[in-house]
């Protein structure tokens, strides 16, 4: 679909989706200019609910969604980096309405029906990530199954456990926590306390690590809604409003399991964890989310966040090469840090151009 269609689509919509249109560019836009923090080469990971769009679209429907969706990639065609187009095997699950494949024959058939959907429909080929053959593809999405199942398990069990805690414990006994002066205790604040009562999953597809976030926050908010815990410790240590990961991974009310694809998502593309996994030079392809889930998207941008480290320096004349060493590995940590910064600065700008293009056009005005 050209501008031109996009923009007479547009001015058809209702007032309120046209706001929602907006929000959503803005999103998106936003997800490409912070994937140019890290360094390249790009993958653009899409979310299941951009491929929801394009099927709807093959369906005849035209959301507001769908036209943010096909105006994003405008902008992505005209910015002087390259991205590939990636579908991850829990994205390709959801796409199977959360079943697996029978055999080689359903799989071509699945795999072909939705390479031809992106391709056609955003002009850029696709890749795939491990479910490219049906071997690949029953692997992974039996790991995915087997995941979901504990996951489910896990969150049930949440949610009938007593979460009474006392947040007064003994020194030494392996809780984090903040010493009480005269006394062999410490105050254990409703976040330490989350973080020492999970136990890991047993997970085989989900990295166990990244995504114990998502099950220590349930936790955390379990403790903070728990009557019989001391109010005056939680008012005082918790900064936590919304549990925004609750919202993203999460049972229906009729107890379906929602978010898998956006857990995969938010593990493998936040900025923060990527770039501290590019640092001295380790070749690690950046994989930038493309979502127009807002919740989704709002945990992405808070993790954003980046920074550069070096080695503590140690006295003495006999550690003076190891210092320089560290010493010149910290200039060309910076040195990454600024080219971060002038990548960001050229998408940025090519973003700004972009949108004011389109008004000074008059194609999106509302």
């Known amino acids: 679909m050209e501008i031109e269609e996009i923009s007479i689509r547009f001015k058809a919509l209702k007032q309120k989706s046209k706001n929602t249109f907006f929000q959503n560019l803005l999103s998106l836009f936003n997800q490409i200019e912070s994937a140019l923090i890290l360094e390249g080469p790009y993958r653009l ?31 992505i065609k005209k910015l002087p980096f390259h991205f590939d187009l990636v579908v991850r095997p829990t994205v390709f699950y959801e796409y199977l309405r959360q079943k697996n494949l029978k055999n080689t024959h359903e799989h071509w058939i699945k795999f072909k029906e939705l390479k031809n959907l992106i391709e056609e429909e955003l002009g850029a080929k696709l890749f795939f990530d491990g479910i490219e053959t049906y071997p690949g593809a029953e692997h992974f999405l039996q790991l995915i199954q087997n995941d979901a199942k504990k996951i489910k398990k896990t969150l049930i069990a949440y949610q009938n456990e007593n979460w009474h805690i006392n947040f007064i414990q003994r020194a030494g006994s392996g809780v984090a926590g903040f010493p009480i002066t005269g006394t062999g205790y410490i105050l254990v604040p409703p ?11 047993g997970l085989e597809y989900f990295d166990e690590t990244k995504s114990s976030r998502f099950f220590t926050q349930y936790i955390h ?50 900025i923060q964890s990527q770039f501290s996994n590019q640092s001295h030079s ?31 320096m140690i006295c003495g004349p006999e550690n003076e090469n190891d210092n320089n060493a560290k010493m010149e590995a910290f200039i060309e940590e910076h040195k990454r840090m600024r080219e971060s910064e002038e990548r960001h600065r050229i998408a940025i700008e090519a973003s700004r151009e972009f949108i004011k293009e389109l008004l000074l056009s008059g194609a999106f005005s509302d």
């Not at 330490?192 to 999970?198: G, K, P, R, S, T």
């Open 282 to 312: 380790r070749y690690a392809p950046a994989s930038a989310a493309l979502t127009i889930d807002g919740k989704l998207a709002r945990a992405l941008r808070n993790s954003n966040s980046h920074h550069i480290t070096s080695g503590g």
């Open 191 to 201: 976040a330490f306390a989350a973080d020492a009562l999970f136990y890991p999953l």
């Open 221 to 270: 908010k379990y403790i903070i809604e728990c009557k019989s815990n001391d109010r005056d410790v939680i008012n005082k240590y918790n900064n936590e409003k919304d549990f925004l990961f609750t919202q993203i991974l999460k049972l229906t009310s009729k107890g379906n399991l929602m978010g898998l694809a956006d857990l995969d998502i938010y593990t493998n593309c936040n």
């Open 45 to 75: 990971v899409l979310d299941s609910n951009i491929i929801l769009r394009l099927e709807s679209y093959r369906q005849g429907n035209v959301s507001e969604g769908l036209l943010s969706i096909l105006l994003a990639f405008k902008l």
